[in-house]
Structure formats: C-alpha cells, structure tokens
C-alpha cells in the first residue's frame, strides 16, 4: 500500500522533470545564461528566479515550515522565497540544478521521516494560515507545476521574441 508520503515524492518527483527538461531545453538553445536572466516584462521574474523559487521554497517547507528549523542556502532565502524582488544576479544552469537537488534531498528527507499523524498536525509556520503538513505537501506539489509552466511559458515568450522554432 502506498502512503501519502510516497504519493506526495511520486508527484513532487513528476513535477520536477517537468522542470528538470524545462531547463535541459533552456541549454540547448544559443545564449542559455541570457534566457535564464530574460524577463517577459519589466519588474517580471526571469526563468532563474522562478526555477530557484520553487528550490528555496521546498527548502523552507523541509526546514522551517514543518519542521521548525533553520533553512540552508541562508543567503538565497531572501533572494527567492515568496514575495521577493527579482535581481539581476542571474545563476548559472549547473547551480540551478545542485541547488534543486540538494533542496529536493532536504524535502525527501523531511517527508520520508513524517508519520500519518504529522500530516494532520498544524506547525507553528503555518499555524496563521491553519495549513497542515498533509496540505502543506499538496500546495508543494501544485508550487512546481505553477512555475514549471510560468518558466515555459517565459521561454516560449522569448523564443517567439527572439525568431527561435
């Protein structure tokens, strides 16, 4: 019988190759640091930012949203959690990718360790929006899938701008 724990690394794990080929398309391209840092609009986030947002938020949920404690990558949490500003420091694809997958290590862990009874307790993190951590893993796996197709869709945009088929 499979558990929600394994269902919830099943679909995260879906998501991320979705993303995962997102970005191995972004390399194939001519000047794939200049696509990883184009914005479809002024003030609009670049394909880095939404690819190491949903890295630094599933750090956040391992850590500190569900398990009360200090997140790694204490230098990019501001940089990408929710409601930050893009910058203009754009990450190269090797350091998109080593920062998913040690973030999505930290989620597996934190996942593989949970109880059924985890996932119908309320943290502190989450106790002002009352998300339980069963509710918590579904928002996740929803999360990638959001900027997976946001990130495809900025690199349709830029391919349709740039003359690329």
């Known amino acids: 019988m499979t558990t929600p724990?394994?269902?919830?690394?099943?679909?995260?794990d879906f998501?991320?190759?979705?993303t995962l080929a997102t970005l191995d398309a972004i390399e194939k391209l001519p000047q794939p640091q200049a696509i990883l840092g184009w914005r479809p609009g002024p003030g609009r986030a670049h394909i880095a930012w939404q690819l190491l947002h949903v890295?630094?938020?599933e750090e956040l949920f391992a850590t500190e949203r569900f398990k009360g404690t200090t997140p790694a990558f204490g230098?990019?949490?501001?940089?990408?959690k929710g409601g930050s500003t893009p910058d203009d420091?754009?990450?190269?694809?090797?350091?998109?990718?080593?920062?998913?997958?040690e973030t999505r290590d930290h989620l597996?862990?934190?996942?593989?360790?949970?109880?059924?009874?985890?996932?119908?307790?309320?943290p502190p993190a989450l106790a002002q929006r009352n998300i339980t951590i069963g509710k918590g893993l579904q928002i996740l796996v929803w999360h990638e899938a959001h900027h997976q197709g946001q990130t495809h869709l900025t690199l349709n945009l830029y391919k349709a701008q740039h003359g690329i088929s």
């Open 55 to 57: 890295g630094i938020t």
């Open 15 to 18: 998501a991320r190759d979705r």
């Open 75 to 80: 230098d990019l949490v501001p940089r990408y």
């Open 89 to 101: 420091i754009i990450p190269t694809s090797a350091d998109i990718r080593r920062i998913l997958a």
């Open 5 to 12: 724990q394994q269902s919830a690394l099943a679909l995260l």
């Open 108 to 122: 597996r862990a934190t996942i593989l360790g949970l109880s059924a009874a985890d996932l119908e307790t309320v």
